[in-house]
Every structure is written in C-alpha cells, then in structure tokens.
C-alpha cells in the first residue's frame, strides 16, 4: 500500500512558477513510475508528466518545455516545476504512482493561474 499526500498548489499569475511536491509513505518508493495528472472542471483527467525508475520522463505536449517532473528516492518524493503558467493549466493535480497492477492516486491539489 501506497500513500500520496500533494501540496504546494496555489494562485499564481499566468506566466508565474509553482513547484508541486507528492510524498509517499509505504512499498518500495523506487520501484514506481511516478506521474502527476491534472482534472479541469468538465474535463477529463490528463496525464502531464511520468518519470520512471531510470529516470525516464515523459510530457504532455500541452506543457513540453514548461513543466518538469523529478524524483527524490531517498526522500520518498516526486515533485513537478512548472514554469511560463497559463490560465489553462487551471486544475486539480494529482500524483500518480505505478507498480504493475498496483496504481495510487493522491488527494490532489488545486493550482488556479488568474490575473
């Protein structure tokens, strides 16, 4: 059993930075792909980032070269820069971690991007 616990969301003006952290209690931290989603209200849920047990990330192309994702394995820690926030990037965010069929989700955390 996984748990994840995010915070650092907040309001921030568009073309402003937050960094999000996700940290995670439980099981074998390392051996997860970790990832951070985000919810829009009416929207789907959306993969932005995954980084997995290398090191590997992947991004959405809606924040390429804005958002990078990292882990801290000796902290337990997965964290996501985002960097150059559009009103868009308005959501819920959630921390993701997989291992196999075993798939956790945090309670998430609200980022607003609002002049």
């Known amino acids: 059993q996984v748990q994840l616990v995010e915070s650092g969301g907040d309001l921030v003006q568009p073309g402003g930075s937050l960094r999000l952290s996700c940290a995670a209690s439980g099981s074998i931290f390392s051996m997860y792909v970790l990832g951070w989603a985000r919810q829009a209200p009416g929207k789907q849920r959306e993969l932005v980032a995954t980084?997995?047990?290398?090191?590997?990330?992947n991004y959405a192309d809606s924040v390429k070269g804005r958002f990078t994702i990292s882990r801290d394995n000796a902290k337990n820690t997965v964290y996501l820069q985002m960097n150059s926030l559009r009103p868009e990037d308005t959501a819920v965010y959630y921390c993701n971690a997989i291992n196999g069929p075993r798939n956790y989700w945090g309670q998430g955390t609200q980022v607003t991007v609002s002049s």
């Open positions: 980084i997995n047990s290398s090191g590997r990330t």
